[in-house]
């Protein structure tokens, strides 16, 4: 009877030796998929700061529209080597429209000697995949694309209101008057213009940001913009 309780009891510590391994062996994937996403998720935030520096395209990155030339995979063998595993596979994948990885890992730890035959230095192998979200969207007039047609046509419509104003003058020195005047405003216009870049007004996962476009960088995460889930 006690030779019984005795296998029992090792036949149970196998059991759990076991399960601490899948359990090991599935945190090891989930940090993979979630180390490679986070990659291409500060790609993306390095791609926004700079298109907003560059005041042209920075919705395409908002949207994780944009092409990247990164190495997520590599991340995630950094990361599945960070819990004593080795990367056997890492695709890119959409979920819903979202970008991410699917990985497959096996562990270098196993369940070690067991008395449960067929269970001695078992590893386990595990898959997790994990997606990208962007959490904003561009909440004013401005769109992003870089057209300053708006101004353009300000500086233009001030222009020739002024210089006709100049030239329906009386007299000839009433005229060059009012029509250096003209100019005048129309330097202002322009210097108004570009004077200092509108703020970028984002509404973010229900909540209002605004990002001023010569400190984009200041205060401002990666996870502010993006976040990065597990999916099935």
Known sequence: MIAGLLFLAFAFFAVAQAATVRNGGQTAADAAALGAAEDDRRQFFDGFLDAVEAARGWQDWLAAGTPLTGDGCGAAAHFADRNRSDLLTCDPVTRDGDLGYRVG??????????????????????????????????????????????????????????????????????????????????????????????????????????????????????????SVVLVE
């Open 105 to 226: 890992i096996e562990t270098r730890f196993d369940t070690g000697r067991t008395i449960v035959p067929g269970a001695d230095n078992r590893t386990a192998k595990a898959t997790a995949t994990a997606v990208l979200r962007p959490r904003c969207v561009a909440d004013g007039p401005d769109d992003g694309t870089g057209d300053d047609g708006t101004g353009d046509d300000g500086t233009e419509g001030g222009g020739s209101e002024e210089n006709g104003t100049g030239t329906g003058g009386d007299s000839t020195g009433g005229g060059t008057g009012d029509g250096s005047e003209g100019s005048e405003g129309s330097e202002g216009s322009e210097g108004s213009d570009g004077n200092s870049a509108e703020e970028i007004r984002l509404r973010c996962a229900g909540e209002d940001l605004t990002i001023d476009p010569e400190h984009a960088g200041r205060g401002l995460k990666p996870s502010d913009l993006f």
